[in-house]
T-cell receptor, first 114, second 116 residues
Framework: AQSVTQPDIHITVSEGASLELRCNYS??????LFWYVQSPGQGLQLLLK??????LVQGIKGFEAEFKRSQSSFNLRKPSVHWSDAAEYFC????????????FGKGTTLSVSS | DAGITQSPRHKVTETGTPVTLRCHQT?????MYWYRQDPGHGLRLIHY???????DKGEVSDGYSVSRSKTEDFLLTLESATSSQTSVYFC???????????????FGPGTRLTVL
């Protein structure tokens, strides 16, 4: 069955430091992969997506992610974290037998320390 | 931002009562989805719709029904609410279902439902 694993439940990073959030997926076909961010009390905002082509994907707010098929991973990175990046981050894989229904990981909460 | 509204935004109800949540979109997108979000579980698909009167079940559909009589509205009904259905419910829309760069899902602001 398709699944998404985010191994880190909570991460704390110092402001200005680099960030990497891990995501591993299990999916039989070529995956469609997404990263969403959710600020407290808010809905989900799309950060970036991968469908095909270049395995390094650029997103909004200075985020990027790299698709590595050999590792079944789609890790999210940012070179310098800002306090406003504190939020919950969700990785998801698209199931195209059900429209674009998504299977989500359980999320990683990012805290930013000063 | 995609034109998606959800109503009500907050609701408290009692066990055994029926509850209907509404999702309304102004984007004329074909696909609409209902998810629930619970701590430690991320978001899980309840039901989705691929057109007017065309719906199908998701991962956690037990205890829920949906209806879509117009492109812009997708209703989620809890026939007899239970405490286990206390959650935050998100509606999402997407333009198409066949993949491609237009195939992105956009989420509404959510409805927080508490069942006492």
């Amino acid at each position: 069955a398709q699944s998404v694993t985010q191994p880190d439940i909570h991460i704390t990073v110092s402001e200005g430091a680099s960030l990497e959030l891990r995501c591993n997926y299990s999916y039989g076909a070529t995956p469609y992969l997404f990263w969403y961010v959710q600020s407290p009390g808010q809905g989900l905002q799309l950060l970036l997506k991968y469908f095909s082509g270049d395995t390094l994907v650029q997103g909004i707010k200075g985020f990027e992610a790299e698709f590595k098929r050999s590792q079944s991973s789609f890790n999210l990175r940012k070179p310098s974290v800002h306090w406003s990046d504190a939020a919950e981050y969700f990785c998801a894989v698209g199931l195209y037998q059900a429209g674009t229904a998504l299977i989500f990981g359980k999320g990683t909460t990012l805290s930013v320390s000063s | 931002d995609a034109g998606i509204t959800q109503s009500p935004r907050h609701k408290v109800t009692e066990t055994g009562t029926p509850v209907t949540l509404r999702c309304h979109q102004t984007e004329n997108h074909r696909y609409m989805y209902w998810y629930r979000q619970d701590p430690g579980h991320g978001l899980r698909l309840i039901h989705y719709s691929y057109g007017v009167k065309d719906t199908d079940k998701g991962e956690v559909s037990d205890g829920y029904s949906v209806s879509r009589s117009k492109t812009e509205d997708f209703l989620l009904t809890l026939e007899s609410a239970t405490s286990s259905q206390t959650s935050v419910y998100f509606c999402a829309i997407s333009e198409s279902g066949g993949g491609g760069m237009t195939d992105t899902q956009y989420f509404g602001p959510g409805t927080r439902l508490t069942v006492l």
